[in-house]
């Protein structure tokens, strides 16, 4: 009985258990990911909102300051996406602007409304 015995586990077979763990893992942190990139991608959607909310504000309170629409003027200030989510509101001589960011959930979308206002001082 000199015979050599077979060879269990050798290097070959290790190397293809660990290369399906790793598909396994990957799997399981596939959500994850996409779940950090869709919080990344809000933060980056409600930081251009309030952007686009403080360009809307400014032309709509000089657009008051020269006797003209203010409502019209901001909704000429932003991009046409983002009309349908702003309201406008001028009183005297300050003009409010609330911008709702796209958002997957509508819920999300109106807690994470920006607000930028504008003032105009009048001599």
């Known amino acids: 009985m ?6 269990r586990g050798c290097a070959a077979d290790r190397d293809q258990r660990h290369r399906g763990q790793a598909s396994v893992e990957l799997l399981g942190a596939l959500p994850v990911l996409l779940l950090l990139a869709l919080v990344l991608f ?3 959607a409600v930081g251009y909102s309030a952007v686009l909310a403080g360009t809307a504000a400014e032309a709509a ?3 008051l300051a020269g006797g003209a629409d203010a409502e019209a003027a901001a909704q000429r200030a932003v991009p046409g996406w983002s009309r349908a989510r702003m309201t406008v509101d001028a009183r005297d ?3 409010k602007v609330v911008m709702r960011p796209p958002a997957p959930l ?3 979308e ?3 409304a920006v607000t930028s206002e504008a003032a105009v001082v009048v001599p």
């Open 2 to 7: 000199s015979g050599a015995r077979p060879m």
């Open 42 to 44: 809000q933060a980056l």
């Open 61 to 63: 309170a000089l657009a």
């Open 93 to 95: 001589e300050r003009v």
């Open 106 to 108: 509508r819920a999300v």
């Open 110 to 112: 109106r807690r994470l």
